[in-house]
């Protein structure tokens, strides 16, 4: 018998060692063996193995953070849309030829182990998954970080498509258990909701508020190693969630009244349920306010009691601590640090104030006004009496200012003030966020520009330098490394590795575009990829979907600002023209869609409808199915993204100018080497100015041109105008494809004819056709096309979230990297 080798039990990177310590886990972890073991029990052997490494890696981390009194990143989310974390874990520790062995030694097949595990859904999109491309960065360059966030029982729904509508099912994601989290029982935090506020004499004599007959609930954080490239930092995404404080149902339980006692645990335990799933769009639902309310007092709490272990001098705390707000989800953290600093703490408010705006930073993420957080005043007031009294002082102070910056200027008092006037007073949480904090970013240039012209000019006039861009990212260790291995092998082979954490090093590539070899190899690369796809669909959903057609991808959450609905419009200008002239020269497309709505979006559920019914139609008749197809892929998410973006030839963006923020779907495609077909909107606009226009399809209005087109725009001339968008209407609007349903469509007609068409789709169908027609004509030139898909990976670099995160870091947090040994 061999003698165990200490240092590597647990720890070990080598094959032999993971063949092990799967075994130890499958038996004594999870008490089975090989008779009984299920696949799910191998993944989960294996992920305990993978986590194993994590551990002295995270405790190590965390112990030079503190040693070292390292300035730490705070970055507060309702969402983290992190996918899949096995494999990005594994190569993230660099250890995946081992595990390969390993798991083959076992007798088993990674891949099949991979797909056992559940997407962790805890987000809507483009938002969502920000926070987790980021936090992969933060990890990767070194930056003291931590993620807080929300541990929905229930993350976003997953969607069945019947009938060609969606259904939404719940996503039971912790039903099997999740290896990833630790819960840390030892550290609760109270939070209260409701009550009164009296004011009490102090020690000192002083009147003082005290928040008085609230409820309490208790949060309890589940924390999930981070580790970034190298597996030398693991940061810490530490998710809530909420329980019954003991002291909530005491008084039911002394009148002997079990079941109410009871029925308000349930209430307390609802809190961290379910996310909501709405994308960019507000809804003023009183379980959310308590949820964001829950997750940000935890979250300071916890931040407070960690800059104690660090120093005992307030002023320190801007100097130790940086707070990113991811949108305004997380706003209430402006009064409820000043209520920590000010009624818990004994600050001044003066020295509160200072503390909190040079702690805090603010992350707009759109213009589009129905997504803007406004809480009634008497919402707030019944949850968080304090905080009410807290943003009414704020406020004051705040209108002062304005009032001596601009004297007169009475009209924009009101325009910026915190509260809106009227018959139901309103807290704008954007306002409270700007206020509060020491920076205001926008996402994009253009996206930053418009928030400064059109959305905060006032703000904008007042605070000029609290405002600055911050162009997104994605990371490309999920979105190249782990999600296209040939890819991401293929640009190893020719360059080297380095763009694994140096991304703007792809720009090597641009030579190779002229190299008709090494085009060869890119298009195989791409052509496997839609090879693999296929063969998903085919398995998946009995689809055939040859993989020589061009793939024509668009996947994001279902809005009407992104414009699904003028793709599908064209796609029947395209039926049309291909019945009309059957042997018309037409290189076969492919259009793949996958979109979840919001599920109480009707325009957005009828929009998946009339998708599918099109696709039907389309997928069924003799004459056009050999050069059309459309298909609408059930339930997008992480994991389908990986799978989509590798095989796609063209990458839909195509919102209105002056509606996208910035988009991180378009980054992703580019890096994969797609062709974008886009309009100058958020991050396509750099994009552009990164591979040159020439190397994409832009087409359309500019923000500017639909900005003045939507002051006098009748979509009803454009109908007119334009035959092959009219008779394309015109089919879909006859019931063409709800002949059995007749007259469904009738409130698409109705927004886009009489309810003024507010995306300009009619105005911008022509450019886009003809954009569609560049593309048909490129593609029969394999050789030009390769070569602009390989500029187009080539000059991609900019959009890793690593750059953005080091801008972040330097410009808004101030941090420096920590490195652990
Ligand atoms: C990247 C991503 C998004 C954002 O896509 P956009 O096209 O930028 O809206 C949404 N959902 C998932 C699952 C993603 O991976």
């Not at 859904?121 to 070194?142: E, H, K, P, Q, V």
Request: with cysteine; hydrophobic share 40%.
């Amino acid at each position: 018998m061999t003698a165990i080798d200490h240092n590597q039990v647990r720890r070990g990177m080598d094959a032999d060692s993971i063949r092990k310590d799967f075994q130890d886990h499958l038996n004594f972890t999870l008490a089975k063996d090989q008779y009984s073991a299920t696949q799910l029990d191998h993944y989960q052997a294996l992920a305990y193995t993978i986590r194993d490494r994590l551990i002295d890696r995270w405790l190590t981390t965390q112990q030079t953070h503190h040693q070292r009194k390292a300035k730490r990143v705070y970055y507060l989310s309702l969402e983290f849309l992190m996918g899949r974390v096995l494999h990005n874990n594994v190569l993230n520790l660099r250890i995946d030829d081992q595990v390969r062995r390993a798991v083959t030694e076992l007798g088993f097949d990674y891949e099949a182990l991979r797909d056992e595990e559940h997407d962790m859904g805890l987000g809507n999109g483009g938002l969502g998954r920000l926070a987790a491309c980021f936090i992969d960065s933060m990890a990767t360059l070194d930056i003291p970080a931590f993620g807080y966030g929300i541990r929905y029982n229930y993350g976003i729904f997953r969607q069945e498509i019947e009938k060609g509508r969606q259904v939404e099912q719940p996503d039971d994601w912790l039903k099997w258990g999740n290896v990833w989290e630790t819960p840390r029982m030892s550290l609760q935090f109270k939070v209260q909701f409701g009550g009164r506020v009296e004011l009490e004499k102090d020690a000192q004599g002083r009147l003082t508020p005290r928040w008085v007959d609230a409820h309490p609930v208790i949060g309890i954080p589940y924390d999930v190693p981070i580790v970034g490239y190298g597996g030398k930092t693991v940061n810490t995404l530490r998710l809530w969630t909420a329980h019954a404080h003991e002291d909530f149902d005491f008084e039911d339980f002394n009148k002997g009244d079990y079941i109410n006692a009871v029925e308000h645990k349930v209430t307390a335990e609802n809190l961290t349920k379910v996310l909501y799933p709405n994308d960019l769009h507000y809804l003023g639902k009183e379980l959310r306010l308590r949820q964001q309310y829950l997750f940000v007092s935890c979250s300071l709490q916890d931040i407070i009691r960690r800059f104690k272990t660090d120093s005992q001098n307030w002023d320190d705390f801007p100097d130790l601590v940086a707070i990113q707000l991811n949108d305004t989800h997380p706003s209430l953290a402006v009064p409820e640090l000043m209520r920590l600093l000010v009624d818990v703490e004994g600050l001044d408010w003066e020295r509160a104030w200072d503390i909190t705006v040079r702690t805090l930073g603010y992350t707009n993420h759109t213009l589009m006004p129905e997504a803007l957080e406004k809480w009634s005043v008497e919402l707030i007031e019944k949850l968080l009496p304090r905080h009410l009294q807290i943003i009414y002082e704020i406020n004051q102070r705040f209108i002062k200012d304005v009032a001596a910056a601009f004297p007169g200027d009475m009209h924009r008092v009101g325009r910026m003030s915190i509260i809106e006037e009227g018959e139901h007073r309103m807290v704008r949480m954007a306002h409270l966020a700007i206020v509060g904090s020491h920076s205001t970013n926008g996402v994009a240039e253009i996206h930053t520009r418009l928030l400064k012209e059109r959305v905060v000019p006032d703000f904008a006039d007042m605070y000029p330098s609290r405002f600055n861009a911050k162009t997104n990212g994605i990371t490309q260790r999920r979105w190249l490394l782990e999600s296209n291995p040939p890819l991401a092998q293929l640009i190893t082979e020719t360059i080297g590795d380095s763009w694994i954490t140096d991304l703007g090093s792809l720009t090597k590539l641009e030579t190779h575009a002229d190299d008709s070899g090494f085009r060869e190899r890119f298009r195989d690369v791409k052509y496997q990829a839609k090879k693999s796809l296929s063969d998903y669909m085919k398995a998946t959903w009995n689809w055939d979907v040859d993989p020589t057609w061009i793939f024509d991808v668009q996947i994001k959450r279902l809005h009407e600002y992104k414009r699904q609905l003028m793709n599908a419009i064209h796609i029947v200008m395209l039926y049309n023209r291909l019945r009309k002239n059957p042997d018309m020269d037409f290189h076969p497309q492919a259009f793949l869609f996958g979109a979840k709505a919001a599920p109480g979006y009707f325009m957005a559920k009828l929009i998946i409808k009339l998708i599918n019914n099109i696709g039907d139609m389309i997928n069924r008749d003799e004459t056009v199915r050999h050069k059309l197809q459309v298909r609408f892929l059930p339930n997008y998410r992480v994991t389908l993204a990986e799978k989509l973006i590798p095989a796609t030839d063209v990458s839909e963006q195509i919102s209105t100018a002056g509606t996208e923020a910035s988009g991180t779907g378009n980054m992703k495609f580019m890096l994969n080497g797609a062709l974008t077909v886009g309009t100058l909107d958020g991050a396509n606009v750099e994009m552009a100015e990164e591979v040159g226009s020439e190397n994409m399809f832009i087409f359309g209005l500019n923000a500017q041109e639909a900005k003045d087109l939507g002051e006098h725009y009748n979509p009803y001339d454009y109908y007119q105008r334009n035959e092959e968008v009219r008779e394309a209407l015109d089919l879909i609007f006859s019931d063409h494809f709800s002949v059995l349903e007749r007259g469904i469509f009738e409130p698409i007609r109705h927004s886009l004819l009489e309810g003024g068409d507010r995306y300009l789709l009619l105005a911008d169908l022509p450019a886009y056709a003809e954009a569609q027609q560049r593309i048909q004509k490129l593609y029969r030139d394999r050789e030009e096309w390769t070569r602009r898909a390989v500029l187009n990976t080539a000059s991609s670099g900019k959009f890793s979230s690593d750059r953005t995160i080091a801008e972040y870091a330097r410009d808004i947090w101030k941090v420096e990297p920590c490195r652990v040994d």
